[in-house]
Nanobody
Framework: QVQLVESGGGLVQAGGSLRLSCAAS????????MGWYRQAPGKQRELVAI???????NYADSVKGRFTISRDNAKNTVYLQMNSLKPEDTADYYC????????WGQGTQVTVSS
């Protein structure tokens, strides 16, 4: 059974930082591309950042220079370090594992107050 469990969300003031974690089980983690997506109220889910099995990364323009995605294959965990948070970063953040199949976590809420 595949499980992706996000943690680390919460309420933070603008300019603050949060670190999201996503612990995966039931997959061969190292071969999966791992991504973070977010969905704000009334908006479509959007890609925030992705890291491939080889460690290549890609970011949405809106978070470049502020967010950093990383992975620890020994711990089957992907991280999203979020710095200089803005109110517009407020959303539910979801972890995704992509190989031949795609799996999603349940999400963690991030609220940035102005």
């Amino acid at each position: 059974q595949v499980q992706l469990v996000e943690s680390g969300g919460g309420l933070v003031q603008a300019g603050g930082s949060l670190r999201l974690s996503c612990a995966a089980s039931g997959i061969i983690f190292s071969i999966y591309s791992m991504g973070w997506y977010r969905q704000a109220p009334g908006k479509q889910r959007e890609l925030v950042a992705i890291i491939t099995s080889g460690g290549s990364t890609n970011y949405a323009d809106s978070v470049k220079g502020r967010f950093t995605i990383s992975r620890d294959n020994a711990k089957n965990t992907v991280y999203l370090q979020m710095n200089s948070l803005k109110p517009e970063d407020t959303a539910d953040y979801y972890c995704n594992a992509q190989f031949r199949w795609s799996y999603w976590g349940q999400g963690t809420q991030v609220t940035v107050s102005s």
